[in-house]
């Protein structure tokens, strides 16, 4: 029978389901996003998502099914987000990924998901050449790791503090900009002196793989306190870019370094800021420069959505259903740590 994944998302603030064969083909691929709830918070209520979540789950694995042209019988396994992300959002859908495992007495796989993101990559043609060194950058992680092949990961660094995506939207909030903040930056950049305000690169030339963001947003702070109130559209783009430039700089150049210590064949950018077509030229540019290609999911597939999670769910291991339980965030890590593909 022909391997057909209903494969579910729910680790932060978008609620998602899609349907993936066994070549990896996305069948279907519904988001169910929450940004317009955050919004006057900004930022992401645990409690508040998991309710949402809540009310939309069976909708959407419904319209993905529909949409899919797929039914229940088509379906051979469920794979659902385990780990890594917001536990009362994660328990959602790993309690609806259960309940349908039980029912349809199907086999279930946990996903991790970073490496869902990393997945992503391999949905092109022709594919990332292993070993490959990976650059995640997300709302909720910044991370370098080292693959020698599909299912498995050397952690080589992470942010100590705030992630990349965290920074963006925290910056975006000090200037006035609505939530989420890294798409509104995005589109100041182009109108902005990126030499105005010399940020600081963090911990740039620090012989560790790991990123700290939470001192270049104090300075940015510094700065902003500094300009007449309200900030003029002209300062409010000249800081957007010269923070992003000095970000852009530091992800790029602990890559690069990385990938060129590591042997590395390929390099991958997934997470919710791989859509930043800023990052992408540059980190494209640096790389070729250097002997290196990038890889790059399509923009549909950097945010949070369930087809990344099914292609994940292919090279992950099967698990006990009763053995499948949601994990919440944890930013502590060992340099050096190896993972599989499982939670």
Known sequence: ??????????????????????????????????AGEHASTMGVVPEVAARRHASAIVPTIELALQESTQTREDITHIAV???????PALQVGVVAAKALATAWKLPLIPVNHLDAHIATTFVQDPEPQFPVVSLLVSGGHTELSFHPDKTTRTILGRT?????????DKVARMMGLPYPGGPQIAKLL??????????PRPMLNDPSDDFSFSGIKTDVKRIIDTLPQPLSHQDKA???????????????????????REGAASVILSGGVAADKYLRQVLTDTLKQNGLELYVPPISLCGDN??????AALWADERPI????????????KRGTTEKYSN
């Open 1 to 34: 029978m022909t391997k057909r994944i209903l494969a579910i998302e729910s680790s932060c603030d978008e609620t998602s389901a899609a349907i993936v064969d066994e070549q990896g083909t996305i069948l279907s691929n519904v988001v169910a996003s929450q």
């Open 81 to 87: 987000t385990a780990t890594p992300g917001l536990l």
């Open 160 to 168: 100590r503090d705030d992630a990349g995506g965290e920074a963006f």
């Open 190 to 199: 182009p109108e902005g002196d990126k030499q105005r305000f010399p940020f």
């Open 238 to 260: 000249d800081v957007a870019a010269s923070f992003a430039e000095a970000m852009t700089e530091t992800l790029v150049g602990k890559t690069v370094r990385a990938a060129l």
């Open 306 to 311: 369930a087809a990344m999670i099914g292609i």
């Open 322 to 333: 009763h053995d499948v339980h949601a994990t919440p965030t944890s930013r502590t890590h």
